[in-house]
C-alpha cells in the first residue's frame, strides 16, 4: 500500500509559558531540526578501515523558524531558556488534516534578518540552541521524542536509553 505524502498547510509558533503569543499571521517557515546520532569513530591500528559506530546519544538539535518582519515579542527573553510550541496541521491527499505538535525547551540564541526592501517583506530567522527538551508529535502518535534531564531519547514511542540506564543503574527519568 502506498504512503502518501504529508502537506503542511497552516503553522503557528508560541510560547508555551505565556498565553497570547501566537503568531501564525507572521511565520514563513518553521525549521524542524535534523535529528543526528552521535557517532564514535574507530579505526583499528591492525585493521583495514575505520567505522563509525552510532551512540544512543544526539548532536545538538536546533529548530527554528522565519518570520514577515520583525517580531517584536521574540526579544523578550531571548537568551533565556522558554518552552515553545510550533502547531502545525498535515494533510494528505483527499484525507482529513491532522495535528502536528513540536514541544521546544532551549533557548533562542539568534535573530537573524535578511537583506530588506520596501518591494518585498524583509524575512527574520530564529534559531533555538541549548535545546534540552524536544518531541514530535504527529495526528497524536509521539514519533521523537528527546529530554536531557530524563536522560530520555524514543522513537516511535520506544525508548533507546532505558536498556542503558537499567545496566548502569540509573532508575530515574523515563
Known sequence: MANPAYQLTIMDVRRATRAGTSRPLKISKIILPA??????????????????????????????????GPD??????MGE???????????????APVPARIEIEG???EWAPDEGSASEFQKMSHKFQTVTH??????GKELFYFDEEEIE????????TQPHKTAAGISFGG
Open 35 to 68: 535529528v543526528k546520532f552521535l557517532t564514535v569513530n574507530r579505526n583499528p591500528g591492525g585493521g583495514v578501515g575505520s567505522i563509525d559506530h552510532g551512540m544512543p546519544r544526539l548532536e545538538p538539535l536546533e529548530p527554528g523558524w522565519e518570520t514577515f
Open 153 to 160: 531519547i524514543r522513537r516511535d514511542g520506544v525508548s533507546l
Open 81 to 95: 531558556m522558554d518552552k515553545w510550541t510550533f502547531g502545525c496541521a498535515y494533510k494528505r491527499k483527499n484525507g
Open 72 to 77: 517584536d515579542d521574540v526579544f523578550t527573553g
Open 107 to 109: 533557548v533562542i540564541t
Open 134 to 139: 524536544y518531541e514530535f508529535i504527529l495526528n
